[in-house]
Nanobody, 124 residues
Framework: QVQLVESGGGLVQAGDSLRLSCAAS????????MGWFRQAPGSEREFVAV????????YYADSVKGRFTISRDNAKNTVYLQMNSLKPEDTAVYYC?????????????????WGQGTQVTVSS
């Protein structure tokens, strides 16, 4: 079992930056691909970014491409999401997720473990 704990959310103004962190328990972090998803009120959970086991491959939703950067530190069992040029439409609860298969996937269903989420609110 893997536990994921997100942190770093908060209230910021449009144009500001935030860095989210997701700390994972257990010994097998480096064998999981890791994703970030978000869910706004009244909306379905949507894909934000994913990173491969080694960190060599990343993929982003079009809505965040060029503004967000996903990275990981396998020595620290942590994945990050650097969010720049934030917009009000980025407001959501952000979740990290782990995929045991190691696939670089952009839908929620294959992910095996999820964090509890961290709120990001961007004011205009």
């Amino acid at each position: 079992q893997v536990q994921l704990v997100e942190s770093g959310g908060g209230l910021v103004q449009a144009g500001d930056s935030l860095r989210l962190s997701c700390a994972a328990s257990g010994r097998y972090f480096s064998s999981y691909s890791m994703g970030w998803f978000r869910q706004a009120p009244g909306s379905e959970r949507e894909f934000v970014a994913v990173i491969s086991r080694s960190g060599g491959s990343t993929y982003y939703a079009d809505s965040v491409k060029g503004r967000f950067t996903i990275s990981r530190d396998n020595a620290k069992n942590t994945v990050y999401l650097q969010m720049n040029s934030l917009k009000p439409e980025d407001t959501a609860v952000y979740y990290c997720a782990a995929d045991r298969s190691g696939g670089v996937v952009t839908i929620a269903r294959p992910y095996d473990y999820w964090g509890q989420g961290t709120q990001v609110t961007v004011s205009s």
